[in-house]
């Protein structure tokens, strides 16, 4: 089945050691999205691509980057993760321009700073 | 500019009896309006969505959502709970572009045996 991977489920990092987190799709959708959720939160985006074009949100911290090496693939890089870092991180895909198509979600990374 | 509110953040039923969680929205053109759940540790799931067909909008697992363009609401409902339906449920709204999808805050479902 078409679909988007995330991996690892979850991962463990220590304090100020570089993380990635890594996501997958089949489904050949032009835009991918990294959002993070705290406990008992909505999902916060942090940015999306549209083909190869980056848009970053205002609020997301320069510790927190990303890259898109192809349509399948996109990665979330944490440069020196804090303990307010500790999240589930969602990537999701949708596929414009038609406004009415949904954003297809992965089941998330759990990411624990030490 | 489009946003969704979720005007309970915590909804408590008995298993068996009807689900209501409540969502309005403000949009300033025809907007394209979802639920999604998501179950303790997992990505979120799509429950239904609205794209101007019909008002009512059947979804997944028995629940369904009904356009009211007068109220500006989504409304989520389900005539009968079950234990498996406790989750989150996150009402959310897509621009006109189609790119950004703006969340309520959720509303925590639980269901009593």
């Not at chain 1, 190869?52 to 997301?60: G, H, Y």
């Not at chain 2, 969680?21 to 997992?42: A, D, E």
């Not at chain 2, 009211?68 to 572009?97: G, N, Q, R, W």
Request: proline share 6%; aromatic share 14%; net charge neutral.
């Amino acid at each position: 089945d078409a679909m988007v991977i995330q991996n690892p489920r979850y991962q463990v990092t220590q304090f100020g050691k570089p993380v990635t987190l890594s996501c997958s799709q089949t489904l050949n959708h032009n835009v991918m999205y990294w959002y993070q959720q705290k406990s008992s939160q909505a999902p916060k985006l942090l940015f999306h691509y549209y083909d190869k074009d980056f848009n970053n949100e205002a609020d997301t911290p320069d510790n927190f980057q990303s890259r898109r090496p192809n349509t399948s693939f996109c990665f979330l890089d944490i440069r020196s993760p804090g303990l307010g870092d500790a999240a589930m991180y969602l990537c999701a895909t949708s596929k414009p321009p038609t406004g009415y198509t949904e954003a297809f979600f992965g089941q998330g990374t759990r990411l624990t700073v030490v | 500019a489009q946003s969704v509110t979720q005007l309970d953040s915590h909804v408590s039923v008995s298993e068996g009896t009807p689900v209501l969680l409540r969502c309005n929205y403000s949009s300033s053109y025809s907007p394209s309006l979802f639920w999604y759940v998501q179950h303790p540790n997992k990505g979120l799931q799509l429950l239904l969505k609205y794209t101007s067909a019909a008002t009512l909008v059947k979804g997944i697992n028995g629940f369904e959502a009904e356009f009211k363009k007068s109220e500006t609401s989504f409304h989520l409902t389900k005539p009968s709970a079950h234990m498996s339906d406790a989750a989150e449920y996150f009402c959310v709204v897509s621009d006109i572009t189609g790119n950004q999808f703006y969340f309520g805050t959720g509303t925590s479902l639980t269901v009593i045996p």
